[in-house]
Nanobody, 129 residues
Framework: QVQLVESGGGSVQAGGSLRLSCAASGDTYRINYMAWFRQPPGKEREGVAA??????????YYADSVKGRFTISQENDKNTAYLQMNILKPEDTAMYYC????????????????????WGQGTQVTVSS
């Protein structure tokens, strides 16, 4: 079992920055990927960024809409993942969720929400124009 707790959300004006944190506890040694998803009001959950937990596994994944503005990172000794969000836009307004993937198979897709095993409760990000 893994527990994920997000923090760092809030309200910010367009052009501003926020840093989200995701603290993992429990069987964290079994986590292979950490990811951030978001769900705007009335829309489906979408993948924002993902990273391989051991630091290898290639470059992090980013959705096209956030490339160059968002950065995913992690501190393995603290079992914490981060999402640094810069140059925020009103369309970034959403509930942001942290997710963890345990066993990876060939069908795993970094941006597919259904492929992840554990989820946090979410943290709200609101960007005003």
């Amino acid at each position: 079992q893994v527990q994920l707790v997000e923090s760092g959300g809030g309200s910010v004006q367009a052009g501003g920055s926020l840093r989200l944190s995701c603290a993992a506890s429990g069987d964290t040694y079994r986590i292979n990927y950490m990811a951030w998803f978001r769900q705007p009001p009335g829309k489906e959950r979408e993948g924002v960024a993902a990273i391989y937990s051991d630091g290898g596994g290639g470059s992090p994944y980013y959705a096209d809409s956030v490339k160059g503005r968002f950065t995913i990172s992690q501190e393995n000794d603290k079992n914490t993942a981060y999402l640094q969000m810069n140059i925020l836009k009103p369309e970034d307004t959403a509930m942001y969720y942290c997710a963890a993937k345990m066993v990876v198979t060939s069908s795993f897709r970094l941006s597919r929400a259904d492929d992840y095993d554990y989820w946090g409760q979410g943290t709200q990000v609101t960007v005003s124009s």
